[in-house]
Protein backbone atom coordinates (compact mmCIF):
# COMPACT_ATOMS: atom_id res chain seq x y z
CA UNK A 1 0.00 0.00 0.00
CA UNK A 2 1.29 3.42 -0.64
CA UNK A 3 0.84 6.43 1.28
CA UNK A 4 -0.89 10.19 0.87
CA UNK A 5 1.10 12.24 2.89
CA UNK A 6 -0.43 15.80 3.50
CA UNK A 7 0.20 17.81 6.29
CA UNK A 8 2.30 15.27 8.12
CA UNK A 9 -0.90 12.98 7.81
CA UNK A 10 -0.10 9.66 6.19
CA UNK A 11 -3.64 8.49 4.27
CA UNK A 12 -3.59 5.28 2.69
CA UNK A 13 -3.78 6.46 -1.19
CA UNK A 14 -6.50 3.32 -2.33
CA UNK A 15 -9.63 3.19 -0.16
CA UNK A 16 -12.74 1.35 0.09
CA UNK A 17 -15.57 3.62 -1.56
CA UNK A 18 -19.10 2.59 -0.03
CA UNK A 19 -21.97 4.56 -2.15
CA UNK A 20 -24.85 2.59 -2.87
CA UNK A 21 -23.65 -0.61 -1.14
CA UNK A 22 -26.31 -1.21 1.72
CA UNK A 23 -27.03 -4.14 4.52
CA UNK A 24 -24.88 -7.42 4.25
CA UNK A 25 -23.35 -6.38 0.94
CA UNK A 26 -21.64 -3.70 2.42
CA UNK A 27 -20.69 -5.59 6.05
CA UNK A 28 -19.07 -8.43 3.62
CA UNK A 29 -17.07 -5.81 1.19
CA UNK A 30 -16.27 -3.86 4.18
CA UNK A 31 -14.85 -6.81 6.23
CA UNK A 32 -13.04 -8.44 2.74
CA UNK A 33 -11.52 -5.08 2.02
CA UNK A 34 -9.88 -5.17 5.93
CA UNK A 35 -8.84 -8.90 5.42
CA UNK A 36 -7.29 -7.95 2.31
CA UNK A 37 -5.45 -5.13 3.46
CA UNK A 38 -7.08 -2.07 3.12
CA UNK A 39 -7.16 0.55 5.67
CA UNK A 40 -9.32 3.44 4.31
CA UNK A 41 -13.06 3.70 4.59
CA UNK A 42 -14.97 6.06 3.32
CA UNK A 43 -18.76 6.40 3.96
CA UNK A 44 -21.18 9.08 4.50
CA UNK A 45 -24.72 9.84 6.36
CA UNK A 46 -26.62 9.98 3.08
CA UNK A 47 -25.52 6.67 2.24
CA UNK A 48 -27.73 5.22 5.00
CA UNK A 49 -24.50 2.52 5.61
CA UNK A 50 -22.62 3.87 8.55
CA UNK A 51 -23.87 1.32 10.93
CA UNK A 52 -22.99 -1.50 8.44
CA UNK A 53 -19.50 0.01 8.11
CA UNK A 54 -18.91 -0.08 11.62
CA UNK A 55 -19.97 -3.41 12.58
CA UNK A 56 -17.73 -4.59 9.90
CA UNK A 57 -14.91 -2.97 11.04
CA UNK A 58 -15.69 -3.88 14.88
CA UNK A 59 -15.90 -7.51 13.91
CA UNK A 60 -12.68 -7.73 12.00
CA UNK A 61 -8.91 -8.51 13.45
CA UNK A 62 -7.71 -4.68 12.46
CA UNK A 63 -7.62 -2.46 15.04
CA UNK A 64 -9.39 0.82 14.92
CA UNK A 65 -6.62 2.89 15.05
CA UNK A 66 -5.24 1.21 12.12
CA UNK A 67 -8.41 2.44 10.06
CA UNK A 68 -8.38 5.95 8.33
CA UNK A 69 -12.34 6.12 8.67
CA UNK A 70 -14.52 9.11 6.47
CA UNK A 71 -17.49 9.93 6.32
CA UNK A 72 -19.87 12.81 5.03
CA UNK A 73 -22.14 15.36 6.77
CA UNK A 74 -25.90 14.87 5.24
CA UNK A 75 -27.37 17.71 3.73
CA UNK A 76 -29.92 18.56 6.34
CA UNK A 77 -26.95 18.70 8.63
CA UNK A 78 -25.58 22.33 8.02
CA UNK A 79 -26.15 24.57 10.79
CA UNK A 80 -23.93 24.50 14.03
CA UNK A 81 -26.12 22.45 16.45
CA UNK A 82 -27.11 20.24 13.04
CA UNK A 83 -23.58 19.26 12.44
CA UNK A 84 -22.96 18.25 15.96
CA UNK A 85 -25.52 16.18 16.16
CA UNK A 86 -25.22 14.35 13.22
CA UNK A 87 -21.57 13.47 13.90
CA UNK A 88 -22.63 12.04 16.68
CA UNK A 89 -25.06 10.09 15.39
CA UNK A 90 -22.58 8.99 12.52
CA UNK A 91 -20.30 8.28 15.50
CA UNK A 92 -22.49 5.66 17.47
CA UNK A 93 -23.34 3.91 14.45
CA UNK A 94 -20.12 3.34 13.26
CA UNK A 95 -19.29 2.53 17.06
CA UNK A 96 -16.09 4.75 17.20
CA UNK A 97 -15.27 7.54 19.33
CA UNK A 98 -13.81 9.52 16.58
CA UNK A 99 -13.90 9.76 12.57
CA UNK A 100 -10.44 10.50 11.23
CA UNK A 101 -11.77 12.36 8.28
CA UNK A 102 -15.41 14.89 8.78
CA UNK A 103 -16.57 16.65 5.03
CA UNK A 104 -18.95 19.14 3.99
CA UNK A 105 -20.68 16.11 1.28
CA UNK A 106 -21.57 19.10 -1.24
CA UNK A 107 -21.33 22.42 -1.06
CA UNK A 108 -24.46 24.76 0.47
CA UNK A 109 -26.61 26.16 -2.24
CA UNK A 110 -27.75 23.80 -5.52
CA UNK A 111 -26.04 20.95 -6.56
CA UNK A 112 -23.32 22.08 -9.69
CA UNK A 113 -24.52 22.13 -12.97
CA UNK A 114 -28.34 21.93 -11.96
CA UNK A 115 -31.05 23.76 -10.23
CA UNK A 116 -32.07 21.36 -7.61
CA UNK A 117 -31.36 23.36 -4.24
CA UNK A 118 -29.77 21.21 -1.35
CA UNK A 119 -31.31 20.80 2.18
CA UNK A 120 -29.97 23.17 4.05
CA UNK A 121 -28.26 25.20 1.38
CA UNK A 122 -28.93 28.56 3.00
CA UNK A 123 -26.72 27.81 5.97
CA UNK A 124 -23.17 29.37 5.45
CA UNK A 125 -19.93 27.53 4.60
CA UNK A 126 -18.92 29.27 7.81
CA UNK A 127 -21.31 28.30 10.13
CA UNK A 128 -20.73 24.36 8.99
CA UNK A 129 -16.96 25.08 9.58
CA UNK A 130 -17.29 26.42 12.92
CA UNK A 131 -19.51 23.28 14.07
CA UNK A 132 -16.64 20.85 12.55
CA UNK A 133 -13.77 23.09 14.12
CA UNK A 134 -15.63 22.89 17.40
CA UNK A 135 -15.57 18.69 16.82
CA UNK A 136 -11.77 18.97 16.48
CA UNK A 137 -11.55 20.89 19.45
CA UNK A 138 -13.61 18.07 21.08
CA UNK A 139 -11.13 15.16 19.08
CA UNK A 140 -14.71 13.49 17.47
CA UNK A 141 -13.05 14.53 14.53
CA UNK A 142 -9.20 14.37 13.52
CA UNK A 143 -9.56 16.40 10.23
CA UNK A 144 -12.10 18.16 8.25
CA UNK A 145 -12.60 18.39 4.64
CA UNK A 146 -14.67 19.27 1.71
CA UNK A 147 -16.26 17.62 -1.08
CA UNK A 148 -17.74 18.78 -5.05
CA UNK A 149 -15.67 21.98 -3.75
CA UNK A 150 -14.30 23.58 -7.39
CA UNK A 151 -11.22 26.01 -6.79
CA UNK A 152 -13.01 29.12 -5.81
CA UNK A 153 -15.19 27.08 -3.34
CA UNK A 154 -12.20 25.25 -2.25
CA UNK A 155 -10.24 28.73 -1.17
CA UNK A 156 -13.09 30.31 0.57
CA UNK A 157 -13.50 26.84 2.58
CA UNK A 158 -9.92 27.08 3.60
CA UNK A 159 -10.25 30.69 4.69
CA UNK A 160 -13.19 29.91 6.63
CA UNK A 161 -11.99 27.05 8.72
CA UNK A 162 -9.39 27.20 11.66
CA UNK A 163 -8.34 23.59 11.28
CA UNK A 164 -6.55 23.06 8.13
CA UNK A 165 -8.42 21.38 4.62
CA UNK A 166 -7.12 17.84 4.63
CA UNK A 167 -9.06 17.24 1.19
CA UNK A 168 -11.48 17.86 -1.59
CA UNK A 169 -13.23 15.06 -2.65
CA UNK A 170 -14.26 14.96 -5.83
CA UNK A 171 -14.75 13.11 -9.38
CA UNK A 172 -11.63 12.37 -10.47
CA UNK A 173 -10.69 9.60 -13.81
CA UNK A 174 -9.43 9.64 -17.25
CA UNK A 175 -12.54 11.65 -18.63
CA UNK A 176 -13.02 14.17 -16.29
CA UNK A 177 -10.69 16.57 -16.09
CA UNK A 178 -9.30 18.36 -12.43
CA UNK A 179 -5.82 19.65 -13.62
CA UNK A 180 -7.26 23.10 -12.44
CA UNK A 181 -7.70 21.64 -8.83
CA UNK A 182 -4.88 19.86 -8.89
CA UNK A 183 -2.55 22.45 -9.21
CA UNK A 184 -4.52 24.25 -6.31
CA UNK A 185 -4.03 21.11 -4.35
CA UNK A 186 -0.22 20.63 -4.74
CA UNK A 187 0.78 24.24 -4.04
CA UNK A 188 -1.71 24.58 -0.80
CA UNK A 189 -0.89 20.81 0.55
CA UNK A 190 -4.46 19.59 0.15
CA UNK A 191 -5.05 15.94 -0.76
CA UNK A 192 -7.50 15.56 -3.50
CA UNK A 193 -9.78 12.30 -2.71
CA UNK A 194 -10.73 11.02 -6.23
CA UNK A 195 -14.11 9.43 -6.08
CA UNK A 196 -15.94 7.20 -9.51
CA UNK A 197 -11.61 6.59 -10.39
CA UNK A 198 -12.95 4.33 -13.11
CA UNK A 199 -15.63 6.77 -14.81
CA UNK A 200 -18.47 4.88 -13.37
CA UNK A 201 -17.17 1.62 -15.19
CA UNK A 202 -16.43 3.26 -18.43
CA UNK A 203 -13.33 2.72 -18.26
CA UNK A 204 -13.83 -0.94 -18.42
CA UNK A 205 -13.80 -1.20 -22.22
CA UNK A 206 -11.82 1.45 -23.28
CA UNK A 207 -9.17 0.12 -25.91
CA UNK A 208 -6.68 2.53 -25.21
CA UNK A 209 -6.65 1.67 -21.60
CA UNK A 210 -6.58 -2.18 -22.46
CA UNK A 211 -3.71 -1.51 -25.19
CA UNK A 212 -1.57 0.38 -22.33
CA UNK A 213 -2.66 -2.36 -19.76
CA UNK A 214 -1.35 -5.47 -22.03
CA UNK A 215 2.01 -3.77 -21.11
CA UNK A 216 1.86 -4.74 -17.78
CA UNK A 217 -0.01 -7.37 -17.68
CA UNK A 218 -3.24 -5.00 -16.46
CA UNK A 219 -7.09 -4.59 -16.82
CA UNK A 220 -8.31 -1.30 -17.71
CA UNK A 221 -9.51 -0.57 -14.55
CA UNK A 222 -6.13 -0.95 -12.67
CA UNK A 223 -4.56 1.13 -15.45
CA UNK A 224 -7.16 3.67 -14.43
CA UNK A 225 -6.44 3.70 -10.88
CA UNK A 226 -2.54 3.39 -11.55
CA UNK A 227 -3.06 6.69 -13.61
CA UNK A 228 -5.18 8.38 -11.11
CA UNK A 229 -2.33 7.84 -8.49
CA UNK A 230 0.44 8.86 -10.06
CA UNK A 231 -0.95 11.86 -10.32
CA UNK A 232 1.12 13.90 -6.71
CA UNK A 233 -0.90 13.67 -3.38
CA UNK A 234 -4.32 12.14 -4.66
CA UNK A 235 -5.72 9.29 -2.99
CA UNK A 236 -8.77 7.47 -4.51
CA UNK A 237 -11.38 5.32 -2.86
CA UNK A 238 -12.91 2.92 -5.79
CA UNK A 239 -16.25 1.17 -5.10
CA UNK A 240 -16.07 -3.00 -4.90
CA UNK A 241 -17.70 -5.51 -3.77
CA UNK A 242 -16.15 -8.56 -4.99
CA UNK A 243 -13.16 -10.33 -3.27
CA UNK A 244 -11.92 -10.37 -6.77
CA UNK A 245 -12.03 -6.86 -8.11
CA UNK A 246 -11.38 -5.76 -4.51
CA UNK A 247 -7.83 -7.81 -5.00
CA UNK A 248 -7.59 -6.17 -8.16
CA UNK A 249 -7.52 -2.32 -7.09
CA UNK A 250 -4.94 -3.38 -4.63
CA UNK A 251 -2.70 -4.86 -7.40
CA UNK A 252 -1.80 -1.30 -9.33
CA UNK A 253 1.44 -0.70 -6.76
CA UNK A 254 3.64 -2.94 -8.33
CA UNK A 255 3.90 -0.83 -12.16
CA UNK A 256 3.92 2.82 -13.41
CA UNK A 257 3.01 4.10 -16.18
CA UNK A 258 5.12 6.50 -18.36
CA UNK A 259 4.92 10.31 -19.64
CA UNK A 260 3.31 9.85 -22.66
CA UNK A 261 1.15 6.36 -21.75
CA UNK A 262 -0.09 8.89 -18.52
CA UNK A 263 -1.01 11.70 -21.78
CA UNK A 264 -2.51 8.48 -23.69
CA UNK A 265 -4.53 7.88 -20.95
CA UNK A 266 -5.68 10.89 -20.24
CA UNK A 267 -9.44 11.48 -22.87
CA UNK A 268 -11.20 14.40 -21.21
CA UNK A 269 -15.17 13.80 -22.47
CA UNK A 270 -18.06 15.21 -20.84
CA UNK A 271 -20.05 13.14 -22.90
CA UNK A 272 -17.91 9.97 -21.87
CA UNK A 273 -18.39 10.60 -18.33
CA UNK A 274 -22.56 11.28 -18.41
CA UNK A 275 -22.94 8.16 -20.40
CA UNK A 276 -21.24 5.81 -18.19
CA UNK A 277 -23.08 7.34 -14.93
CA UNK A 278 -26.29 7.04 -16.45
CA UNK A 279 -25.38 3.59 -17.36
CA UNK A 280 -24.36 2.23 -13.84
CA UNK A 281 -27.28 4.02 -12.66
CA UNK A 282 -29.33 1.77 -14.78
CA UNK A 283 -27.28 -1.15 -13.85
CA UNK A 284 -27.53 -0.44 -10.43
Known amino acids: ?35 LGYRHIDTAQAYGNERQVGEAIAASDVDREDVFITTKLDGGARAYDDVLRATEESLAKLGTAYVDLLL ?45 FDVDLLEEARSLSEAPILTDQVQFHPYWDQSALLDYCAIHDVM ?22 RRYDKTPAQVALRWVLQHEGVATIPKATSREHLEQNLEVFDFRLTDDEMDRVAQPSKLRTLSGFVRSRLSG
Not at 117 to 139: C, F, K, Q, W, Y
Open 192 to 213: LTAYSPLGHGGVLDDPVLAEVG
Open 1 to 35: MEYVTVQGEEVPALGLGTWRLTGQDCREAVGTALE
Open 104 to 148: IHWPNGRFPGSSIPIPGGRVSHAETLDAMNTLVDRGTVRHVGVSN
